[in-house]
């Protein structure tokens, strides 16, 4: 089954140049491994989009991914509105306060967290470097809190474009990507419980706008060390509910930590090629 598939919008600009062919191989060869996520950006693309920024210039790096999105059709004009932040509750952990990221490390839990601080309180995605994940590990039951934003990256494709993810104990990716507009929900979405559940609806705001998670999860059931029921998710996406109560089958998602499901894990942020931002993480753990 394909669970991605190809979306276009109109291009911020028009490039004729040969070093448009160099970005346009790039896409193609990423359009050729739409069915998975990407690891890290591929070899040959890293070459040339090298290649033509030390040489041209690229219209990539010229276009702030976090600016001018008024070529993008919206929707609807609240779109365009960020989702106000929430404070963090009486209770919880403040994994994330955009100031530094000392409750984090590379995904190796060895490496320091080398993600970018910007003003704001905001963390940025460095590509090519690494997921993080936080140095605590959590199990039981607990409400995760996230807010991120998608940078408008019109001439991505797939999953290519605004590509991140959130792991719950480390093992569970609920996607981040720039679905905005996708009229089919698949389960490699934003808001999907990645090749688990696609979203029950489609509330992604445009590119570089304010989104937030909030995710009520339950940890597998184990007897010993067997698991004897799977993980559980509610997700609400920008305060809609998209998931209800959704088991996870299976016991890591694509690039996943992975390990003992029955064992406590980190909150993990996907590093996968793509600058999205993230800011305002927070925690609190829940009676089962
Ligand atoms: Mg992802």
């Given at each position: 089954?394909?669970?991605?598939?190809?979306?276009?919008?109109?291009?911020?600009?028009?490039?004729?140049?040969?070093?448009?062919?160099?970005?346009?191989?790039?896409?193609q060869?990423?359009?050729?491994h739409?069915?998975?996520?990407?690891?890290?950006?591929?070899?040959?693309?890293?070459?040339?989009?090298?290649?033509?920024?030390?040489?041209?210039?690229?219209?990539?790096?010229?276009?702030?991914?976090f600016?001018?999105?008024?070529?993008?059709?919206?929707?609807?004009?609240?779109?365009?509105?960020?989702?106000?932040?929430?404070?963090?509750?009486?209770?919880?952990?403040?994994?994330?306060?955009?100031?530094?990221?000392?409750?984090?490390?590379?995904?190796?839990?060895?490496?320091?967290?080398?993600?970018?601080?910007?003003?704001?309180?905001?963390?940025?995605?460095?590509?090519?470097?690494?997921?993080?994940i936080?140095?605590?590990?959590?199990d039981?039951?607990?409400?995760?809190?996230?807010?991120?934003?998608?940078?408008?990256?019109?001439?991505?494709?797939?999953?290519?474009r605004?590509?991140?993810?959130?792991?719950?104990?480390?093992?569970?990716?609920?996607?981040?990507?720039?679905?905005?507009?996708?009229k089919?929900?698949?389960?490699?979405d934003?808001?999907?419980?990645?090749?688990?559940?696609?979203p029950?609806?489609?509330?992604?705001?445009?590119?570089?706008?304010?989104?937030?998670?909030?995710?009520?999860?339950?940890?597998?059931?184990?007897?010993?060390?067997?698991?004897?029921?799977?993980?559980?998710?509610?997700?609400?996406?920008?305060?809609?509910?998209?998931?209800?109560?959704?088991?996870?089958?299976?016991?890591?998602?694509?690039?996943?930590?992975?390990?003992?499901?029955?064992?406590?894990?980190?909150?993990?942020?996907?590093e996968?090629?793509?600058?999205?931002?993230?800011?305002?993480?927070?925690?609190?753990?829940?009676?089962?």
């Amino acid at each position: 089954m394909t669970l991605s598939r190809t979306r276009q919008r109109p291009s911020a600009s028009e490039d004729g140049t040969k070093s448009s062919l160099a970005l346009g191989l790039c896409q193609q060869r990423a359009a050729q491994h739409l069915n998975e996520e990407i690891p890290t950006m591929r070899p040959h693309c890293v070459a040339l989009m090298t290649a033509f920024v030390l040489t041209v210039g690229s219209p990539i790096a010229a276009q702030d991914p976090f600016g001018d999105i008024s070529d993008l059709k919206l929707l609807k004009p609240e779109d365009k509105v960020d989702v106000p932040t929430t404070p963090t509750p009486k209770g919880a952990i403040l994994l994330l306060d955009g100031k530094s990221l000392d409750n984090w490390t590379g995904r190796n839990g060895k490496d320091p967290a080398n993600w970018k601080l910007l003003d704001g309180g905001v963390v940025e995605v460095k590509s090519p470097t690494a997921d993080i994940i936080t140095k605590q590990q959590f199990d039981g039951k607990f409400k995760l809190h996230v807010e991120f934003r998608i940078p408008y990256q019109p001439k991505a494709m797939g999953q290519r474009r605004g590509n991140s993810g959130v792991y719950l104990q480390g093992r569970y990716e609920i996607q981040v990507l720039d679905s905005y507009g996708a009229k089919v929900r698949q389960k490699d979405d934003c808001g999907a419980i990645y090749s688990i559940a696609a979203p029950s609806e489609n509330v992604c705001k445009a590119p570089t706008v304010w989104q937030s998670y909030d995710i009520e999860y339950t940890a597998p059931k184990c007897d010993g060390d067997k698991k004897v029921m799977p993980a559980v998710a509610t997700v609400y996406h920008n305060g809609v509910k998209i998931h209800d109560n959704v088991p996870i089958t299976t016991d890591n998602t694509l690039r996943g930590l992975g390990g003992d499901p029955c064992s406590a894990g980190p909150i993990l942020l996907q590093e996968n090629g793509c600058p999205v931002q993230f800011r305002n993480i927070w925690l609190l753990a829940m009676k089962e």
